[in-house]
């Protein structure tokens, strides 16, 4: 081990992934438990996409509307309404694509749009998907 180097991390040459002369990066002893966190985030959009036929984009959207929705004052929790360029700006993503999949939401009555923007109409579903990502 090198001095100064935390005994929680271990450092492995990038040159076996076929970079040339890569930097050691350390990886925490920590990693099985962030594994887990993935593998729960991959549980999450796989069975998005069997129960209510969502496709990886939709649910990730459906989070990000969530996100921007909420808020919490003084133990009390505010919903309002959030923009299609929110949405967007927030993940990345094309405007047009942002407004293509909210409708698909819309459709399957997780979100209302209208001229004000979207609203969360399935909270329920959002609560208990935020839940299985955060165990």
């Excluded at 005994?7 to 350390?26: C, M």
């Excluded at 594994?35 to 036929?53: D, I, M, N």
Aim: positive net charge; proline residues 6%; aromatic residues 6%.
């Amino acid at each position: 081990m090198k001095r100064g180097q935390p005994p929680s991390a271990i450092e492995i040459p990038l040159s076996h992934l076929g970079g040339v002369d890569p930097p050691n990066y350390r990886l925490s002893m920590q990693l099985p438990q962030m594994r887990e966190s993935v593998a729960q985030l991959l549980k999450l959009f796989s069975s998005a996409r069997k129960r209510p036929g969502l496709a990886p984009d939709e649910v990730l959207i459906f989070f990000a509307i969530g996100y921007l929705s909420l808020s919490v004052s003084e133990g009390v929790v505010f919903m309002r309404s959030v923009r299609l360029a929110d949405v967007a700006t927030l993940l990345g993503m094309a405007k047009e694509s942002v407004r293509r999949k909210t409708l698909r939401l819309a459709d399957v009555d997780y979100v209302s749009t209208s001229r004000d923007g979207i609203l969360m109409k399935r909270l329920d579903i959002w609560c208990r998907m935020f839940e299985r990502v955060s165990i």
